[in-house]
């Protein structure tokens, strides 16, 4: 049990802090990041207008969600964010050049969202706030919900503007 729990915390550190890094990229600029004004550029040819603000959106979402990844809070939540924002990478990015990373494909942005997922069901694990707070939440019903509530955005999202054939920057 033990070392399920360090392996659940180990997962939860790298995969949530490394999400905090690439959203103060897109909020702030850091660690090489293209910042707000950058990457709401980036998203405006991507057909995401306001492209500020949905670089913000985006940014936001995964610096909240992967502190909270990382801390083991509200885990289901965190996941939820993180996975949108994979998913939009997926949709908007992604998708289009097929599977395999090494064309630039979606395959590293769908094991961050199916670890993340994981890591709701499974449980955070011991060393987690949700456990040492004993915060449980309903995590089927809040995963049900949230990813159908992604999926109709990203479906809202492509019949406003058809995904272009993009420069992977996710």
Do not use: C
């Amino acid at each position: 049990m033990m070392q399920a729990d360090l392996g659940l915390l180990l997962i939860r550190l790298v995969i949530g802090l490394l999400f905090v890094g690439h959203g103060l990229q897109k909020l702030a600029g850091w660690f090489g990041g293209a910042g707000l004004r950058g990457t709401g550029q980036w998203l405006e040819s991507l057909g995401l207008r306001p492209g500020r603000f949905w670089a913000f959106v985006a940014g936001a979402a995964e610096v909240a969600g992967g502190a909270l990844f990382a801390l083991g809070l509200l885990v289901p939540v965190s996941a939820l964010l993180l996975t949108a924002v994979m998913a939009t990478a997926i949709a908007r990015v992604h998708a289009p050049r097929g599977l395999w990373i090494d064309r630039g494909g979606y395959e590293y942005n769908l094991v961050l969202a199916a670890t993340a997922l994981g890591v709701a069901l499974t449980g955070p694990g011991v060393y987690a706030l949700d456990a040492a707070w004993n915060v449980s939440l309903p995590v089927l019903p809040i995963l049900g919900w949230g990813i159908a509530a992604i999926l109709v955005l990203e479906l809202i999202l492509a019949a406003r503007v058809p995904a272009p054939h993009a420069t992977a920057r996710t």
